[in-house]
């Protein structure tokens, strides 16, 4: 487990890069002056970016660049590489690792450092989760029907 919550952090590194490339491009495109401004489409090609850069590297070679640092693989139930709909299930359900808390604090206004503690212990206990497993995959890479794999070293 150290290892996936290693690559999901170097991931987050890796992600400010992309994010900050689709932000850079919408609002140079849309003539974008300030965040605030057509922020709904912000955040969609945002969603959009981060889409393209899960989804693309899963299917091409199964490997994010921080699962190729930290020697991991997504491949699907029977060791093969992802087709794109499975990949896009599993990129779908990776966001229950920051949706339900995140709503849940909208919904009862919570400030922004709740909200923060908040999601925080719902990434320990959704990846505390995975012990329930034999295996030990993370919850929606079962539902997905996809496994993360050691890669050689």
Request: aromatic letters at 14%; charged letters at 15%.
């Amino acid at each position: 487990m150290f290892r996936r919550l290693a690559a999901l952090l170097y991931e987050s590194v890796v992600l400010f890069g992309v994010l900050w490339v689709a932000a850079l491009i919408y609002g140079l495109v849309v003539d974008q002056r300030s965040g605030i401004m057509d922020r709904h489409g912000l955040q969609a090609s945002a969603f959009l970016a981060l889409a393209a850069y899960f989804i693309g590297f899963w299917t091409i070679g199964g490997q994010t660049v921080a699962m190729r640092a930290w020697r991991l693989r997504v491949v699907n139930a029977s060791g093969q590489p992802l087709s794109l709909w499975r990949a896009a299930l599993r990129f779908a359900l990776g966001w229950l690792w920051v949706l339900p808390p995140l709503a849940f604090a909208w919904a009862l206004g919570l400030e922004h450092a709740a909200a923060l503690l908040m999601l925080v212990a719902w990434i320990v206990l959704w990846a505390t989760a995975s012990r329930l497993r034999a295996d030990r995959q993370f919850w929606h890479d079962v539902w997905a029907g996809t496994r993360l794999m050691d890669t050689p070293g």
